[in-house]
C-alpha cells in the first residue's frame, strides 16, 4: 500500500484548492469510501479529512507572505467566510492569519504562560553557520556520532559546503535572541531525485506548529530547485507528526548476526500484507540489511526485531514524494 498511498497524497497535495471529498478521493484509489478511511488510518495518525484540513490550512499559511489578500486565499482553499477561515487557522498556528502575515514569517504560539515570536530564517553567512552548529551539538548530544570527531566535523563541512551552493534550503527558526530549530536540506540524490534533510528542535517547542512551518516552507523551496521527494531518519515519538504531513514509512533493519534469510523469514513469520521489502544488501561486506516498506504508525515491528529476534538495529525513515 505504501506506493498507492503515496499517490493518493501526492493527489490531494496537487488538489488542495479543490472541493476535496472521501468520496472523490476513495474513486481515484479505487476503494469504497469506507475501506480509503480504514486503510487512510493505518498510515497516519488523523482521518483522511482531517488530513486534508490540515494541509489546506499550512498551504493557505505559506500564500499569505505572497501579498494576495487574506479574504481571496480563504476562499481559495474552501472558506466562504473570514471568520470560518480565523477560526480554522487559530486551531492550528495560535494566531489570526493577519497577526501571521504580519510578522512575516513569524508566528506567535502560546507557551508556558507567554507569547514566542518566532522568526523562520535562511542561513546566509558562516557565521550563521556556525550558530546553528552549536545549536545542534546541544540538541545531540547524547548521540554517538555527535561524540566522533571525524563524524562531527564531516558533517560541519557539509554544511559549509551547502551554504555556498543551496543555501535556500538552509532554515532555521530563532525566537527573539536564541536558535529553537533547524531544517536543512541536502543536495538531490542524482538517481532518483529526493533529498535528505537534517533537523533539530528544542524539546520545549515540540508541538507549537514551528516543525510545520519549517517544513511547509522547505518543500515549497525543494520543489522549486527540481527536488522530487524528501527523506528523514526519524527518531521515537516523532512517527505522529509526519504522518499528518503526509510522509510514508520505511525501516531500515541490520543485523551482523542473523542472516538477511533470517531477516526475511522472520518478518514473513508475521503474515502482514502491510509489510513488503524494497531492497536488501549487505554493508561493510559484514552488516546484513533489509528496507521494509510499513506504515509509518507501525512502532511494534522495531521493538520486535530488536527485542524478541535481538541482535538487531533499526531506524525508521520517512519519506514523501513533493
Known amino acids: 500500500m505504501s506506493v498507492g498511498y503515496e499517490k493518493i497524497i501526492k493527489y490531494i497535495d496537487e488538489r488542495l484548492k479543490q472541493g476535496l471529498t472521501l468520496e472523490e478521493i476513495a474513486r481515484f484509489a479505487g476503494y469504497s469510501t469506507w475501506h480509503m478511511y480504514k486503510i487512510f488510518k493505518v498510515y497516519t495518525a488523523v482521518p483522511i479529512m482531517e488530513y486534508v484540513r490540515k494541509k489546506k490550512l499550512y498551504a493557505a499559511a505559506s500564500e499569505l507572505y505572497t501579498g494576495r489578500k487574506i479574504y481571496d486565499i480563504a476562499l481559495d482553499y474552501g472558506y466562504e467566510t473570514p471568520s470560518g477561515f480565523y477560526k480554522a487557522f487559530y486551531s492550528i498556528f495560535g494566531c489570526s492569519p493577519s497577526e501571521y502575515k504580519n510578522n512575516n514569517h513569524n508566528e506567535l504560539k502560546e507557551l508556558n504562560g507567554g507569547f514566542m515570536n518566532i522568526e523562520i530564517k535562511t542561513v546566509k553567512s558562516i557565521e ?132 538477511i534469510d533470517d531477516l526475511k523469514n522472520y518478518l514473513a513469520s508475521f503474515n502482514n500484507p502491510n509489510y513488503t521489502i524494497s531492497t536488501t544488501r549487505i554493508h561493510d561486506g559484514y552488516i546484513n540489511q533489509i528496507w521494509l516498506n510499513i506504515p509509518i504508525m507501525d512502532k511494534d515491528l522495531k521493538k520486535k526485531f530488536e527485542h524478541e529476534l535481538g541482535n538487531c538495529w533499526t531506524q525508521m525513515v520517512v519519506n514523501k514524494e513533493i
Open 128 to 259: 550563521e553557520v556556525d550558530e546553528c552548529w552549536e545549536f545542534l551539538q546541544q540538541v545531540y548530544s547524547h548521540l554517538p556520532w555527535m561524540k566522533e570527531e571525524q563524524h562531527r566535523n564531516g558533517f560541519y563541512q557539509s554544511l559549509i559546503e551547502r551554504l555556498e551552493n543551496i543555501p535556500e534550503l538552509l532554515l532555521y527558526a530563532r525566537d527573539d535572541d536564541k536558535i529553537c530549530g533547524t531544517l536543512f536540506g541536502g543536495f538531490p540524490n542524482p538517481e532518483n531525485g529526493y533529498m535528505v534533510l537534517d533537523e533539530g528542535i528544542i524539546e520545549e517547542y515540540k508541538n507549537t506548529g514551528i516543525y510545520e512551518a519549517l517544513f511547509v516552507e522547505m518543500e515549497k523551496r525543494a520543489k522549486k530547485i527540481g527536488c522530487l521527494g524528501i527523506v528523514v531518519a526519524i527518531g521515537e515519538s516523532e512517527e505522529e507528526f509526519y504522518a499528518s504531513l503526509g510522509y510514508t514509512g520505511r525501516m531500515l533493519v541490520q543485523s551482523d548476526k542473523h542472516t
